[in-house]
């Protein structure tokens, strides 16, 4: 998956990537996934996704604010989904969190590029963009939830070579 970093200048790596924002928002809503209905505290859900309490508390009340989540004050408190998994799409997780997604200063700003009546690539960028709101859109969290229960059966291939590395070396 590749966005735009669009508002923040906090990257990851190079300037056509997911924002670390919108990946701990998609960390957070699928760990809650995962947790179905139950109501689950900030600090389970910050050790589980291996995401600072305070940073990921900032962006669940975003996504709380969505309506994507809904946040219990108090005793017991914490945060829970919104909607069931299905209905809550990847895109809307990383729109919530990013806002709209834009490829160039044109596509936001109609006019205000002099060529871009005549630029060949406007329309391109305009057809990346749709297309990634487009491949998103389709892939609710449930998905996702299914996808890490194949992984989780499958294992990690490179570290099952390991684990059998440090047997056979203890082995020999």
């Not at 670390?20 to 995962?34: K, P, Q």
């Not at 109501?39 to 995401?51: A, E, H, P, R």
């Not at 160039?104 to 305009?126: F, H, I």
Request: charged residues 25%; positive net charge; glycine residues 12%.
């Amino acid at each position: 998956m590749v966005i735009i970093v669009n508002k923040s200048s906090e990257r990851l790596g190079s300037d056509l990537q997911v924002t670390r924002a919108a990946d701990y928002a998609v960390r957070g809503v699928l760990y809650l996934a995962s947790a179905g209905s139950r109501v689950t505290f900030i600090k389970d859900i910050s050790k589980g996704t291996m995401v600072p309490e305070k940073y990921l508390a900032k962006i669940l009340q975003g996504l709380t604010k969505a309506g994507i989540l809904r946040s219990a004050r108090g005793v017991g408190g914490g945060f829970s989904l919104g909607r069931s998994p299905k209905e809550i799409t990847l895109w809307e997780v990383v729109e919530a969190v990013d806002g709209p997604l834009w490829l160039t200063p044109c596509l936001e700003r109609p006019g205000e590029c002099g060529m871009q009546d005549e630029c060949p690539t406007t329309d391109v960028w305009d057809r990346v963009r749709k297309d990634i709101i487009s491949v998103l859109t389709g892939i609710n969290f449930q998905d996702l939830l299914k996808a890490q229960s194949i992984k989780r059966q499958n294992g990690n291939p490179a570290k099952k070579a390991g684990g059998a590395m440090k047997k056979a070396g203890r082995q020999a």
